[in-house]
């Protein structure tokens, strides 16, 4: 069996929202990367990883009780991913369910002012 090498380049999140330019060290650095894969006939894959919550703590995110959390992905209001025999809540599902949950409360109190 062949082994297989995998380079990385890593750059955190933060400094791409900082200097968004190809001119940048890390835009540089992904570029050749993607380059030399290319004309290797590699493949490269993106990845993102991304914080994931227990119900619980997302309750306390979102200041919401656990069950809450439970009934949301039980119905799928909230998407979650099993790990094992426990339940796992990526933030930017944890983000929008949140963004969700302001609009019906904005849109109830609409009606009072």
Known sequence: MKSRTV??????AASVALNPSWESDWGRAVYELVQR????GRTVTVS?????????EAADIADV???????????????A???GNRWR????ELDRYRRTIW???VAVLADDF
């Not at 380079?7 to 955190?12: D, G």
């Not at 993102?48 to 619980?56: I, M, R």
């Open 81 to 83: 991913t099993r790990k």
């Open 103 to 105: 609009a019906d409360t």
């Open 89 to 92: 809540i990526a933030e930017s």
């Open 37 to 40: 894969a290319a004309e290797a």
């Open 7 to 12: 380079q990385q380049v890593i750059v955190p």
């Open 65 to 79: 009780s656990r069950m809450t959390i439970q009934r949301r992905i039980d119905d799928g209001t909230i998407t």
């Open 48 to 56: 993102v990883d991304e914080q994931l919550y227990s119900p619980q």
